[in-house]
């Protein structure tokens, strides 16, 4: 199944595609986006290339831009993907660090969440966050997400792990 476009109130949710590079870099290689994120740190526009070209190889993930309906500016990604070896749907989200406070990963991701439950058959979520990241940990509750568990996750190259919580929501 390929990612449809959705609406919310202010936003406009569609697939990336590599005409986005250079907005997708701005946030992924911001250190204060980036801090929690399970991603390296992006050095150059070659990582985001990378990741473009490979986004929607995977049909358990479904990744979506975040545009602002006012601007056409992409502020941000999310989506929803599942894992097979837990068996379990989960939620994760970037956004520029000049959009954030202001409601927007809420929005996106309640969107895609109902959009899941609809058309994928998703009946629960999770999503995980470390703990010293407050913003993060509010979308959750926004979301209507619980505790579950305590964990902890490392950065994919190794260079940081941070103490963690899972959240989830039955849908």
Not at 125 to 145: Q, Y
Not at 154 to 166: P, Q, V, Y
């Amino acid at each position: 199944m390929t990612v449809p476009t959705l609406e919310t109130e202010r936003l406009i949710l569609r697939p990336l595609t590599m005409d986005d590079l250079d907005a997708v870099y701005k946030w992924a290689s911001d250190p204060r986006v980036n801090k929690y994120m399970i991603y390296p740190l992006y050095k150059s526009k070659d990582d985001g290339v990378e990741w473009l070209n490979t986004l929607y190889e995977d049909d358990d993930k479904k990744d979506f831009g975040f545009v602002l309906k006012e601007t056409g500016e992409l502020i941000g990604s999310g989506g929803i993907y599942y894992h097979s070896e837990r068996g379990l749907w989960s939620i994760g989200y970037n956004l520029a660090y000049d959009y954030w406070n202001r409601g927007f990963t809420t929005e996106a991701m309640e969107k895609i969440i109902e959009w899941g439950r609809q058309e994928l058959g998703v009946k629960e979520v999770a999503a995980t966050f470390a703990v010293e990241n407050v913003g993060s940990r509010r979308v959750m509750e926004k979301l209507g997400m619980t505790f579950l568990e305590d964990h902890d996750y490392t950065k994919l190259d190794g260079s940081e792990t941070f103490t963690a919580k899972t959240y989830h929501k039955v849908l």
